[in-house]
């Protein structure tokens, strides 16, 4: 005669059923958000970008379709060079790829530096050119923090005591490499985690002679200052992005 399953047997049965059809709602989920991207990204999924490209297909979905539709068409493919200052692991280079016949990524992290060469080799995209630093006024070493669950949100602490020193490289001198063969640079990102009005300044002249189109993240404090500095080399058009949804961006 066997005996009476146990509660615990009960609710270890329960959570393996929960388990299941989760994973199963997910594997629905994934192929459904593959469906809408053309890029395929390798990520972390408890990281803060990691869940979103799980759940959406892409981070900043929306901002990346602007650019394509609004900027990118402006101007021809052949000689066009993009500058993502803050790559991370990639999702917005591979956004930019199609409509350059380069993209300089910038990205000093060694653990994104990873995830971003295998996306770019997994999705074969071959007219990127990595630098595996971060930019500044000065070539210096400098403190480097990677706040935890949050793989994109390290950032440059001049005064930190944190063990890990990682390379910054200024702006103008790294860039002139890469403006080679008639190419012109024709649209910057930065998201330097607070650390973009050092990138500006250390990427002045080369802003100054090639006026391109800049997307930066502006928080608080930091975005009037990196503001000012484009002010102060001669820019005066701004448009600025939010989220306009209360909505969960799932439900968007």
Request: proline letters at 5%.
């Amino acid at each position: 005669m066997n005996p009476l399953p146990s509660l615990a047997d009960e609710s270890a049965l329960l959570r393996k059923l929960i388990a299941h059809a989760m994973d199963a709602l997910l594997l629905r989920w994934n192929a459904r958000v593959g469906a809408r991207t053309s890029v395929q990204l390798a990520c972390f999924p408890r990281d803060w970008i990691g869940r979103a490209i799980i759940v959406n297909g892409l981070y900043e979905r929306e901002l990346l379709a602007t650019l394509r539709e609004v900027v990118f068409t402006r101007w021809p493919r052949e000689g066009a060079l993009a500058l993502d200052v803050g790559a991370n692991i990639g999702n917005h280079t591979l956004s930019f790829a199609p409509y350059f016949e380069a993209v300089v990524a910038i990205e000093p992290n060694p653990v994104a530096l990873h995830l971003l060469r295998a996306n770019l080799l997994f999705n074969g995209v071959a007219n990127v050119e990595v630098e595996a630093c971060g930019l500044g006024v000065a070539d210096a070493e400098v403190a480097f923090e990677v706040p935890a669950g949050n793989l994109g949100g390290g950032s440059f602490r001049p005064g930190s005591a944190s063990v890990i020193r990682l390379q910054v490289r200024r702006c103008d001198v790294l860039l002139a490499a890469h403006l080679h063969s008639g190419r012109t640079l024709r649209f910057v990102k930065i998201d330097a985690e607070d650390f973009e009005p050092l990138v500006v300044r250390g990427l002045g002249e080369t802003l100054a002679a090639q006026r391109p189109v800049v997307a930066f993240e502006s928080n608080g404090g930091v975005g009037s200052v990196t503001k000012a500095e484009f002010d102060r080399l001669g820019y005066r058009h701004y448009a600025v992005t939010e989220r306009a949804s209360a909505l969960p961006r799932a439900l968007r």
